[in-house]
């Protein structure tokens, strides 16, 4: 049977470690286009002045609106590269920002991609509430089998990262209707990110309660 392209069930700990990719390259992947964008989201108007390619936009938020895409789909190749998996977050995060992108660009409105924060946490929140509702704990297939947890703890933890989606959406909302394109990707970089750790640093006492240990296949 052929290998899947994205990644492993949480159960098959020989193709996990296979293929696991060191967490600081991961971490690089996921965190370096935003920061490509953010860069870009500053120095637009002289891409603009400068890069005929660009010369048509009358806001930076385009020109690094087409970079941050690129990037994306260029994150993904190298990750598919290194490890023959797809990890599922990025690449849903990938879909929607090449699908925003190319409506912020061909309509000409930067509201798509600075909602693009906003449909993404949605769709997770959406996709972890509904799975909770068919009893299945749906985080763990997300998690790169970096963590080992009971059922319970599994649905504890997949029942508070549904609701900080949604509370990441809301975020979202909130900074781009009320401030401009410079504070919010600044935000998008280096505000969600230590919201982020703060929040997976308060699960560590669930986690402690809930980890299980690994039995080693032996055959």
Known sequence: MSQSIFESDPQDIKTTEKTHMSPILNFSLEIGPLLIFLFVNFRGEWLINNIPLFSSFDKAIYPATVI??????????????????????????????????FLTLWLHDDIFIKMKPTFINTFFCLIL???????KSLLRYVMDSTIKLDSEGWRKLTFRWAFFFLF??????IIWRNFSNEIWSTFKVFGIMPVTIIFMLMQTPLLIRHTVELIENKE
Do not use: Y
């Open 68 to 101: 941050f895409m690129t990037a994306i789909v260029i994150a993904l190749i190298i990750s598919w590269w290194i490890s023959h998996k797809i990890p599922v977050i990025p690449m849903v995060s990938g879909i929607f920002v090449l699908i925003l992108g």
């Open 129 to 135: 509430f509904g799975g909770l509702f068919f009893k």
């Open 168 to 173: 990441l959406a809301v975020l979202n909302e």
